[in-house]
């Protein structure tokens, strides 16, 4: 396991039967084995490093020539949304199929409710994306922390 994975308790279950050692889930203060708690999950669910750099270049290109504001923001909303799965595989080693996902949909939402190139397919992309991040963020970490 690695931090970035969400550690419940049908994932504390698999990983023991598989031979893995209790102390890398071990809290430092009590010794018990713990699973992840709701801000630990909603920290895991959040691709902070990639929307911090869609939203940083965004800002860019948003100052750019007009003419090319829309396919450059195309671009970059692109392949931030396929380097989520990437960097997350290949930093924190994230195997899980569907915390890939999460992230990725967790991303969409985030550039939705920061300005993306959604806005000109999509009225009211804005207001969708926030709700949308709300709902990721507060009830996806509530479902996920029950397994």
């Not at 930093?91 to 949909?105: G, R």
């Amino acid at each position: 396991m690695n931090t970035r994975t969400f550690i419940t308790k049908s994932s504390l279950i698999k990983f023991q039967s598989s031979g893995g050692s209790d102390q890398i889930f071990q809290d430092n203060n009590t010794g018990t084995v713990k699973t992840d708690n709701y801000f630990q999950i909603v920290m895991k669910l959040i691709p902070s490093e990639i929307v911090t750099t869609y939203m940083t270049l965004f800002a860019f290109v948003s100052k750019g020539p007009l003419d090319l504001i829309k396919p450059l923001g195309w671009f970059l909303f692109l392949i931030c949304l396929l380097l989520t799965p990437v960097y997350l595989y290949k930093i924190y080693k994230l195997k899980s199929w569907y915390q890939h996902l999460l992230s990725a949909t967790a991303f969409i939402t985030w550039a939705m409710a920061i300005g993306c190139p959604l806005d000109s397919l999509i009225n009211e992309s804005k207001f969708i994306g926030s709700f949308f991040t709300f709902i990721i963020c507060l009830i996806i970490p509530l479902v996920i922390s029950k397994k």
